[in-house]
């Protein structure tokens, strides 16, 4: 916007000195009289009206480039919680038992569990073999939308599905001196295949902070999985792989943090969305408060803008316009 600003008094320059060289031009083959009228001076009211619109655009542009100075500090009481949303990416999350997926709808509800946050920080963390931390803590909730978005089955490493790997890179993302304050959401369709999800369980409940697991998928009848490849069901010698909502893992986690499992409904109701969960179960968290001082520049776009703006009106009131003409005649 400085750049723009720059190019208008050399655009005036420039229209200025076309202007005179013009009139001089004129001024060898016209008489003064005709001159006159064929191009008022530059001096009379319609020079005035150029250089009020020019002055106003200098100004607005100017304000646009958001001129910052002085500082002022402010105090206020920081209440929140702390919340890492730990969600599953492995292939068998691609199952449509749910719609579109349970990979998208674990999505589609937290980003309506993050609406509910109300000035909570939060974190994601993708797990396969391994828990990929996506987002650190924030209240950023458009940063942390946009990283749910952009989280596939790519976001962690493939391999056997780990939840103690997910427990502990969402412990890793929380400041132990503030675990009074914690929590942990796993969603997951269960099917921990490497066992060490209790001993990581047991290190939260140590610290204090409950997981709170949510279980996706149908636990009876179960669904078929995509091939990579996109093209029908994924095999294995020769019959579809159908995985079902593994609940026992989820529901012992959450027994061993001190926290609750909650099977997700696949109709989705208002009752069991991810928001709703919230409101209802980790609202029981208790509310860090500190006073927090914050510095801030003054924002003073405003004395440019104004003045800009009355100018560039002052020069529109002064066009010699349809009616001006008509009055003339």
Same mark, same amino acid.
């Given at each position: ?5 720059a ?8 229209w ?5 060289r ?7 083959? #016209?008489? $003064?009289?005709?001159?006159a009228r064929? &191009? ?16 106003g655009?200098? @100004? ?6 958001? $001129? ?8 206020y009481?920081?209440?929140?919680r702390n ?7 492995? *292939? ?6 749910v719609? $579109?997926?349970?990979?998208e709808?674990s999505?589609?509800? #937290? ?9 909570d920080r939060?974190a ?12 650190? @803590? ?7 939308k946009?990283?749910?978005?952009? &989280? ?10 780990d ?12 400041d132990?001196?503030a675990?009074?304050?914690?929590a ?5 369709d269960?099917g ?14 140590? *610290? ?5 697991? #949510?279980?996706i ?16 069901e ?10 079902k ?10 027994k ?9 409904a696949?109709s ?21 408060e ?7 520049i ?10 800009g703006?009355? @100018? ?18």
């Amino acid at each position: 916007m400085l750049v723009f600003t720059a190019l208008v008094p050399i655009f005036a320059l420039v229209w200025a000195l076309l202007r005179a060289r013009r009139e001089k031009a004129l001024s060898r083959i #016209v008489a $003064p009289e005709l001159r006159a009228r064929i &191009m008022p001076p530059i001096s009379d009211m319609w020079g005035l009206q150029a250089w009020l619109i020019v002055t106003g655009l200098f @100004l607005v542009l100017f304000s646009s480039a958001r $001129p910052q100075w002085g500082k002022s500090d402010e105090k206020y009481v920081e209440r929140s919680r702390n919340v890492v949303i730990a969600i599953d990416v492995s *292939r068998s999350m691609l199952a449509e038992d749910v719609r $579109p997926n349970r990979l998208e709808r674990s999505k589609a509800d #937290v980003a309506d569990l993050i609406d509910s946050l109300n000035g909570d920080r939060s974190a994601l963390v993708a797990f396969r073999r391994t828990g990929v931390l996506l987002c650190p @803590l924030t209240t950023d909730y458009g940063y942390l939308k946009n990283a749910l978005e952009q &989280m596939s089955c790519d976001s962690a490493p493939r391999g056997e599905t780990d939840l103690g790997s997910a427990i502990r890179a969402a412990l890793e993302a929380l400041d132990p001196a503030a675990d009074d304050h914690n929590a942990i959401i796993i969603i997951s369709d269960g099917g921990d295949l490497r066992g060490e999800a209790l001993k990581s369980a047991e290190l939260s409940r140590k *610290r204090g902070i409950p997981i709170f697991t #949510v279980g996706i998928g149908d636990p009876k009848k179960g669904a078929a999985i995509p091939a990579a490849d996109g093209r029908g069901e994924m095999k294995f010698n020769g019959s579809a792989v159908r995985v079902k909502l593994e609940e026992d893992a989820l529901v012992a986690i959450s027994k061993a943090s001190n926290g609750r499992y909650v099977p997700l409904a696949t109709s989705g109701t208002a009752e069991t969305t991810l928001g709703a969960i919230y409101r209802r179960f980790l609202r029981q968290v208790a509310v860090k408060e500190q006073n927090e001082e914050e510095s801030r520049i003054g924002e003073r776009y405003a004395f440019f803008l104004v003045p800009g703006l009355v @100018l560039l009106i002052a020069g529109a009131a002064l066009s010699k316009g349809r009616f001006g003409r008509g009055a003339k005649k």
